[in-house]
Nanobody, 120 residues
Framework: QVQLVESGGGLVQAGGSLRLSCAAS????????MGWYRQAPGKQRELVAR???????YYSDFVKGRFTISRGDAKDTVYLQMNSLKPEDTAVYYC??????????????WGQGTQVTVSS
């Protein structure tokens, strides 16, 4: 069983900052990549940022220069530092991980989501 547990969402004023955390646990052999997606009401889920095991990062244009994705020392935790937040950043943020399990199964897993609300 694999779990991705997110934390750090909340309510913040425009221009403020939040830091999201996601910790992966379970029968994980290796982590190929971890990332963050978001879904606003009435919209499709979209990629925010992604970090590969090799340290490569990808950011969607709408967060470049404002958000930073990083990995914890334990390698099974990923953070999303969100600065200069805008009301349009309001969404449920989901952690995503591409994993190789001890059972040799490769799959993608999702967290339960954490709400981020930015007030104007």
């Amino acid at each position: 069983q694999v779990q991705l547990v997110e934390s750090g969402g909340g309510l913040v004023q425009a221009g403020g900052s939040l830091r999201l955390s996601c910790a992966a646990s379970g029968s994980i052999f290796s982590i190929n990549a971890m990332g963050w997606y978001r879904q606003a009401p009435g919209k499709q889920r979209e990629l925010v940022a992604r970090l590969t095991s090799g340290g490569n990062t990808y950011y969607s244009d709408f967060v470049k220069g404002r958000f930073t994705i990083s990995r914890g020392d334990a390698k099974d935790t990923v953070y999303l530092q969100m600065n200069s937040l805008k009301p349009e950043d309001t969404a449920v943020y989901y952690c995503n991980a591409a994993l190789l399990l001890v059972s040799e199964v490769r799959n993608e897993y999702w967290g339960q989501g954490t709400q981020v609300t930015v007030s104007s």
